[in-house]
């Protein structure tokens, strides 16, 4: 149990500006595959980076909103 309290973390700080330019091009691949510019399995594809951009989102935004672990003291 103690190796669990002990493990580094691997993101310090959390910008969601990212976000916000990532879901510009993810748009504009399943746009493109669903309207027949590119092949429609990029669109599922895009369709598929698009439930991963929402589900990564809200783990940004938990991630955000929980309180950082009290520091240990020994």
Known sequence: MAELRNRPILVKRINLWWYAFAILPIV???YMGFSGILSPI???I???ALFFWF???GFAVAGKL???P???RQ
């Open 42 to 44: 990029i669109g599922l």
């Open 55 to 57: 589900f990564s989102l």
């Open 28 to 30: 504009a691949v399943v």
């Open 46 to 48: 895009g369709l598929f």
């Open 70 to 72: 009290p520091d240990p």
């Open 66 to 68: 929980r309180k950082p």
